[in-house]
């Protein structure tokens, strides 16, 4: 008998043991369950962990360089945590970012320990549709711009963005002027953005080409076509349903078709981003791409003679999309709730803030946006923060289920089928409605 | 009425030796429990709900996925896909590798470092081998400039479907002919050589050699590769993943790449429990088919 017990004993010890390990967290997670002031504060995405701070110095060290306006923010927002809170425990986690974010974030709410604060972009609307996250306080909803907020289905506002950028079209003045075309002056049209455009490859020859509106086959496609679809006031998607269907989507989709045959074929389209961009500001070929404000740094780097403008428009209309935004939340599960969003209140000081814009990131404080002075220097910026003065943006559509999925399918089958084919556009609308409306059941 | 004792329990060698090799294994059956069959009964029952790991708890739905993968003809003609692209696969590389496994079974002094390369690619990490595989295939890559340079048109390789099946075969064959080609290898020199200088004798040509001697001495190195390669065929999704991506638009996707999307990038993690349950099913009919008429038939 004492041996069966013994043997039950033993299982059951390599059981737990087995577990244990499995379990895995060395206290990311920190909500063990104590008292709010005792355990640590879980902080993924904002904020630098020590890895990163040597990570960010050395790259700085190497280019000779101070560090950059990414890394100097995070940095500054610990230290002012740390200076205005100090009996706050924080843990700063790198959790990486989008999928592998949205991943962890997953995990720690299914095992029921979630973090104080969840980030992201493109899945956070799920998050507030999913009425998982606190409504923010009137007092942090009101620095910013509306564009930088996401509302749940009730609307109230649950997340903010800590930097943002609206597309723009970036130009190569050199080019332009190759092919006869006046470097200063861009096209503001979708006419004259196709005129150019054709003008260019016609003269590149082979050598250089006009450029056109990207159609990857992933998220990179779908936010850089939202913009033009906006124009005509049309979305991939309306009040959660799909539009498909929609004679002015379509027309869009002959715009982006028509316009791709100013890329060397399979650039505009290709799963990487990368060749075209390297087309754009290192191998200098292509001259105009549509792209958030990042692409001045590429631009500089590369001793470019560039500009920037508004994005073109069909009848005037402008449209535009988010891009680039880092969203900030907290779960209505997390056990710090009013120091997380003391962080957040840290985390949008204008002091801080005002790090962005020297790197032409546009800021959502109304503080800043409504101080042309800030950036008036900074054409990027100029154009940016204008362009989200002037309208209320936000990131690409969003579906009420099965949304990635949808998403995937927009991506692929239509965006880059439109542009990798010449299969009728209404037919590959309507197959791809048949397989979303499937996804949306 | 008086209380007899029990009389104590005397156990046969024999089943103390069955208690100690149970001790054995134990922590593996635990092993396995915890990692392969909880997770397989939760796959199982996460196919009939609804998750998306957002939601304190999984949704009932019933049969609701399973419906849905076999009503709305997409899921089937990745399935469909899986098998076909994942069958040329297991094709090219069977034959292939029992090729080359007759290669390196020729004496040679260089056949120590054949045997070595050949092995070499499967070691190296697929996200690294296929990243310079994809950057061989861009639209000014390698591979077109090597057409340039010869005077061809370039190809536009992620516009094709047929294309990207072929570098995908390429890239699984690349990969995967070492270490079958190795178990070929195995099975050849576990034949006896006896055999063959009898046939020798009979004055059998290489051809009849090859039919009634080495066919039949590999049959259980066959099965055990056929099987394996039907499993891993139909579990192929890191290769999709890496190269193609599903593209072009969606021409390349197969089921195990999509389960790969829907449960952790999607979050639709109740139709991907669905769909590991279907190919799993399909995944040992396979098997069974397999076992039963091909193996059968020759005994």
Redesign the interface.
């Given at each position: 008998m004492k041996k069966r017990l013994l043997?039950v004993l033993l299982?059951g010890m390599?059981?737990l043991s087995?577990?244990a390990c499995?379990g895995g967290s060395d206290g990311g997670s920190g909500n063990d369950g104590g008292s709010s002031s005792s355990a640590k504060i879980v902080i993924p995405f904002i904020g630098y962990t020590e890895d990163q701070i040597k990570a960010a110095e050395q790259t700085a060290e190497e280019n000779g360089t101070e560090l950059g306006a990414e890394a100097q923010y995070h940095i500054k927002l610990m230290e002012a945590v740390e200076e205005q809170y100090p009996d706050y425990d924080v843990d700063w986690q790198d959790w990486g970012w989008a999928?592998a974010l949205?991943?962890k974030q997953?995990?720690t709410?299914?095992a029921g320990s979630p973090l104080d604060l969840v980030a992201g972009e493109t899945f956070m609307p799920?998050?507030a549709n999913?009425g998982?996250l606190e409504p923010l306080p009137d007092d942090i909803a009101s620095l910013v711009t509306p564009s930088y907020l996401i509302y749940d289905t009730e609307g109230n506002p649950v997340a903010v963005s800590l930097k943002s950028s609206v597309f723009m079209l970036f130009y190569n003045k050199d080019l332009m002027e190759k092919a006869g075309l006046d470097p200063e002056t861009p096209p503001t049209t979708w006419d004259e953005f196709k005129e150019m455009s054709d003008q260019i490859t016609e003269a590149g020859n082979g050598e250089f080409w006009g450029g056109g509106i990207p159609s990857f086959?992933?998220a990179g496609g779908a936010l850089r076509a939202t913009p033009f679809f906006r124009q005509l006031g049309t979305d991939f998607g309306v009040d959660g349903k799909i539009n498909l269907n929609d004679s002015k989507v379509q027309e869009t989709l002959q715009f982006i078709r028509d316009m791709n045959k100013n890329f060397?074929?399979?650039?505009g389209?290709?799963?990487?981003e990368d060749?075209l961009w390297n087309a754009f500001q290192k191998d200098q070929t292509i001259a105009f791409a549509i792209n958030g404000a990042w692409q001045q740094t590429g631009c500089d780097q590369n001793n470019m003679n560039w500009g920037v403008a508004p994005l073109p428009t069909k009848d005037g209309t402008e449209g535009n999309c988010l891009v680039g935004s880092n969203f900030v939340g907290v779960p209505k599960a997390s056990k710090h709730k009013e120091e997380a969003f003391n962080i957040i209140r840290v985390a949008l000081q204008e002091d801080l803030q005002k790090i962005w814009l020297t790197e032409s990131t546009s800021s959502g404080l109304n503080s800043i946006l409504d101080n042309p002075d800030l950036y008036s220097d900074n054409p990027t910026l100029t154009t940016a923060n204008e362009a989200l003065k002037s309208g209320t943006f936000s990131g690409v559509a969003v579906f009420p289920k099965?949304?990635?999925?949808v998403w995937?399918?927009i991506n692929?089958?239509v965006l880059?089928?439109t542009t990798?084919?010449e299969d009728p556009i209404d037919e590959i609308c309507s197959q791809a409605t048949q397989?979303i409306e499937?996804l949306l059941? | 009425m008086t209380k007899t004792a029990k009389a104590p329990k005397i156990m046969t060698k024999s089943k103390r030796e069955a208690r100690r090799a149970y001790c054995i294994i134990l922590p593996f059956f635990i092993y396995i429990a915890l990692w392969g069959l909880i997770p397989l009964v939760y796959g199982l029952y996460l196919g009939l709900t609804e998750y998306n790991g957002l939601a304190s708890s999984p949704k009932f739905v019933g049969f609701k996925n399973y419906v849905d993968f076999f009503t709305t003809g997409d899921y089937l003609t990745l399935l469909w896909r899986q098998f076909w692209i994942g069958g040329i696969c297991l094709l090219f590389n069977t034959v292939v590798s029992f090729i080359v496994g007759l290669a390196l079974n020729v004496n040679s002094k260089a056949r120590g470092f054949f045997r070595t390369s050949v092995y070499v690619p499967s070691i190296a990490a697929v996200s690294i081998t296929s990243a310079i595989f994809v950057a061989l295939l861009e639209v000014n890559g390698g591979i077109n400039g090597f057409l340039k340079q010869i005077g061809q048109p370039t190809i536009t390789w992620n516009y094709s479907q047929f294309w990207m099946v072929f570098w995908v075969v390429v890239y699984f064959l690349w990969r995967s002919l070492g270490p079958a080609a190795i178990i070929w290898l195995g099975g050849l020199q576990s034949i006896d050589p006896t055999l063959y200088e009898a046939a020798d004798v009979d004055g059998a040509s290489f051809a009849q050699k090859v039919r009634y001697i080495t066919i039949p001495g590999l049959k259980f190195v066959a099965s055990y590769i056929i099987l394996t390669g039907i499993v891993g065929a139909m579990q192929m999704f890191d290769i999709i993943m890496f190269i193609t991506k599903g593209n072009p638009y969606g021409k390349t996707d197969v089921l195990m790449y999509r389960i790969y999307r829907d449960g952790v990038v999607n979050f639709n993690m109740g139709m991907a429990g669905a769909e590991s349950t279907i190919l799993g099913i399909v995944t040992i009919i396979f098997a069974i088919i397999y076992f039963k008429v091909v193996l059968r038939k020759e005994d």
């Amino acid at each position: 008998m004492k041996k069966r017990l013994l043997a039950v004993l033993l299982a059951g010890m390599m059981a737990l043991s087995v577990t244990a390990c499995g379990g895995g967290s060395d206290g990311g997670s920190g909500n063990d369950g104590g008292s709010s002031s005792s355990a640590k504060i879980v902080i993924p995405f904002i904020g630098y962990t020590e890895d990163q701070i040597k990570a960010a110095e050395q790259t700085a060290e190497e280019n000779g360089t101070e560090l950059g306006a990414e890394a100097q923010y995070h940095i500054k927002l610990m230290e002012a945590v740390e200076e205005q809170y100090p009996d706050y425990d924080v843990d700063w986690q790198d959790w990486g970012w989008a999928e592998a974010l949205d991943q962890k974030q997953r995990a720690t709410l299914t095992a029921g320990s979630p973090l104080d604060l969840v980030a992201g972009e493109t899945f956070m609307p799920t998050y507030a549709n999913e009425g998982i996250l606190e409504p923010l306080p009137d007092d942090i909803a009101s620095l910013v711009t509306p564009s930088y907020l996401i509302y749940d289905t009730e609307g109230n506002p649950v997340a903010v963005s800590l930097k943002s950028s609206v597309f723009m079209l970036f130009y190569n003045k050199d080019l332009m002027e190759k092919a006869g075309l006046d470097p200063e002056t861009p096209p503001t049209t979708w006419d004259e953005f196709k005129e150019m455009s054709d003008q260019i490859t016609e003269a590149g020859n082979g050598e250089f080409w006009g450029g056109g509106i990207p159609s990857f086959p992933h998220a990179g496609g779908a936010l850089r076509a939202t913009p033009f679809f906006r124009q005509l006031g049309t979305d991939f998607g309306v009040d959660g349903k799909i539009n498909l269907n929609d004679s002015k989507v379509q027309e869009t989709l002959q715009f982006i078709r028509d316009m791709n045959k100013n890329f060397p074929e399979g650039l505009g389209n290709n799963a990487s981003e990368d060749p075209l961009w390297n087309a754009f500001q290192k191998d200098q070929t292509i001259a105009f791409a549509i792209n958030g404000a990042w692409q001045q740094t590429g631009c500089d780097q590369n001793n470019m003679n560039w500009g920037v403008a508004p994005l073109p428009t069909k009848d005037g209309t402008e449209g535009n999309c988010l891009v680039g935004s880092n969203f900030v939340g907290v779960p209505k599960a997390s056990k710090h709730k009013e120091e997380a969003f003391n962080i957040i209140r840290v985390a949008l000081q204008e002091d801080l803030q005002k790090i962005w814009l020297t790197e032409s990131t546009s800021s959502g404080l109304n503080s800043i946006l409504d101080n042309p002075d800030l950036y008036s220097d900074n054409p990027t910026l100029t154009t940016a923060n204008e362009a989200l003065k002037s309208g209320t943006f936000s990131g690409v559509a969003v579906f009420p289920k099965n949304d990635a999925q949808v998403w995937e399918v927009i991506n692929q089958k239509v965006l880059a089928r439109t542009t990798m084919t010449e299969d009728p556009i209404d037919e590959i609308c309507s197959q791809a409605t048949q397989e979303i409306e499937a996804l949306l059941k | 009425m008086t209380k007899t004792a029990k009389a104590p329990k005397i156990m046969t060698k024999s089943k103390r030796e069955a208690r100690r090799a149970y001790c054995i294994i134990l922590p593996f059956f635990i092993y396995i429990a915890l990692w392969g069959l909880i997770p397989l009964v939760y796959g199982l029952y996460l196919g009939l709900t609804e998750y998306n790991g957002l939601a304190s708890s999984p949704k009932f739905v019933g049969f609701k996925n399973y419906v849905d993968f076999f009503t709305t003809g997409d899921y089937l003609t990745l399935l469909w896909r899986q098998f076909w692209i994942g069958g040329i696969c297991l094709l090219f590389n069977t034959v292939v590798s029992f090729i080359v496994g007759l290669a390196l079974n020729v004496n040679s002094k260089a056949r120590g470092f054949f045997r070595t390369s050949v092995y070499v690619p499967s070691i190296a990490a697929v996200s690294i081998t296929s990243a310079i595989f994809v950057a061989l295939l861009e639209v000014n890559g390698g591979i077109n400039g090597f057409l340039k340079q010869i005077g061809q048109p370039t190809i536009t390789w992620n516009y094709s479907q047929f294309w990207m099946v072929f570098w995908v075969v390429v890239y699984f064959l690349w990969r995967s002919l070492g270490p079958a080609a190795i178990i070929w290898l195995g099975g050849l020199q576990s034949i006896d050589p006896t055999l063959y200088e009898a046939a020798d004798v009979d004055g059998a040509s290489f051809a009849q050699k090859v039919r009634y001697i080495t066919i039949p001495g590999l049959k259980f190195v066959a099965s055990y590769i056929i099987l394996t390669g039907i499993v891993g065929a139909m579990q192929m999704f890191d290769i999709i993943m890496f190269i193609t991506k599903g593209n072009p638009y969606g021409k390349t996707d197969v089921l195990m790449y999509r389960i790969y999307r829907d449960g952790v990038v999607n979050f639709n993690m109740g139709m991907a429990g669905a769909e590991s349950t279907i190919l799993g099913i399909v995944t040992i009919i396979f098997a069974i088919i397999y076992f039963k008429v091909v193996l059968r038939k020759e005994d």
